[in-house]
């Protein structure tokens, strides 16, 4: 998949070496679990009073890039970090990050980094054993004396006779048939919570912390039920690796995961967030249900849906 690049450029530093431009990237591990954060670095390189330009990001369906924030002390001059995540399991890359150069005579040009290939391992333990519990110390046997024994009768007879007492009272009682409860669908369940937390006030009192938290809530509860995966029990790498093998919602992923970045930051960084930020994650929260609802729905004969 092309990698998209955002703007605008980052520009860095005079620098002082060789006599072409090129750009060398480097990672701080090869070796990286899905969803797991590692850095990269590109070192830009050129004759003296050459000028370069970092793109900000780079975004791919699997493999993400964003640049860390300027670190207290200096960099070197021509150097940029960057902070990458991958998405999915086996062999993967760092793709090829484009730097724009300015020589002194005026010319401009752009140099590719090599790309850096990665291997992408699961977190889980491939051999049973050692998910195995073992026993620290033997078992200890315990003494069972005389007043044990009159403290469990006298338990047992006070249980038939609370039992004897609940099914007298049962025989007198009239038995009244209870209403089922209305099962509602899992669409309808997710836009009534919604309404709920927009009714709560959270976003009016800048509670957004909180907001986050039930917003994401009630994502996962909706797509558990929808799609019959323990969603609720992921991470949000799971979760976001799970959806991309399902074919009725890998297009949900890319929206969840921008919910999911800043929901993330704002629990568990304490980030700050803003009122019209958190009505865009509502909306499109909505927008979610509402396309995945529509996906859902069986074909007519002639090519359209049902309604």
Same mark, same amino acid.
């Given at each position: 998949?092309?990698?998209?690049? *955002? ?19 480097? /990672? ?14 590109? =070192? #830009? ?11 900000? #990001?780079? +975004?791919?369906?699997?493999?993400? *890039?964003?640049?860390?924030? !300027? ?10 970090? $960057?902070?990458?995540? +991958? ?46 519990? #073992? &026993? ?9 004396? @005389? ?9 047992? !007879? ?8 609940? +099914?007298? =009272? @049962? ?15 899992? &669409?309808? %369940?997710?836009?009534? /919570?919604? &309404? ?7 976003? /009016?009192?800048? %509670? $957004?912390?909180?907001? $986050? ?8 509860? $909706? ?5 019959? !995966? ?21 297009? *949900?992923?890319?929206?969840?995961? &921008? ?16 009122? %019209? ?9 909505? /927008?979610?249900?509402?396309? *995945?609802?529509?996906?859902? @729905? ?8 049902? !309604?």
């Amino acid at each position: 998949m092309k990698t998209v690049f *955002l703007l605008p450029l980052l520009l860095g530093a005079p620098v002082l070496a060789d006599p072409q431009p090129r750009a060398v990237a480097t /990672a701080s591990k090869t070796e990286v679990s899905v969803g797991e954060s590692f850095t990269v670095e590109v =070192r #830009a390189t050129g004759p003296a009073g050459s000028r370069f330009a970092f793109p900000p #990001a780079a +975004v791919q369906e699997a493999f993400e *890039l964003h640049t860390l924030p !300027a670190p207290s002390s200096a960099t070197p001059p021509g150097t940029h970090r $960057y902070r990458a995540a +991958v998405f999915a399991l086996g062999d993967a890359r760092v793709p090829p990050i484009p730097v724009r150069f300015r020589l002194p005579d005026g010319t401009s040009g752009e140099v590719k980094t090599a790309p850096i290939p990665l291997r992408v391992v699961s977190w889980f333990p491939k051999d049973r054993d050692p998910q195995k519990l #073992a &026993d620290v110390r033997a078992p200890v046997g315990l003494a069972l004396g @005389r007043v044990f024994w009159f403290g469990l009768i006298a338990a047992l !007879a006070l249980a038939v006779g609370v039992v004897r007492w609940m +099914v007298s =009272r @049962r025989r007198r009682e009239p038995t009244l048939a209870a209403a089922p409860a209305p099962s509602l669908s899992p &669409d309808e %369940e997710a836009r009534r /919570a919604l &309404d709920r937390l927009v009714a709560s006030g959270r976003l /009016a009192r800048g %509670e $957004y912390r909180l907001f $986050y938290i039930e917003l994401t809530a009630i994502v996962k509860r $909706y797509l558990e039920r929808r799609l019959e !995966a323990p969603i609720a029990e992921m991470t949000t790498a799971e979760m976001l690796a799970h959806l991309r093998t399902t074919p009725r919602a890998i297009e *949900l992923a890319p929206a969840l995961r &921008d919910l999911s970045g800043v929901a993330d930051q704002i629990k568990f960084a304490r980030g700050s967030g803003l009122v %019209e930020e958190a009505e865009r994650h509502l909306a499109a929260t909505r /927008a979610l249900i509402m396309d *995945l609802e529509a996906r859902l @729905r069986p074909a007519l004969p002639d090519g359209g849906q049902a !309604a």
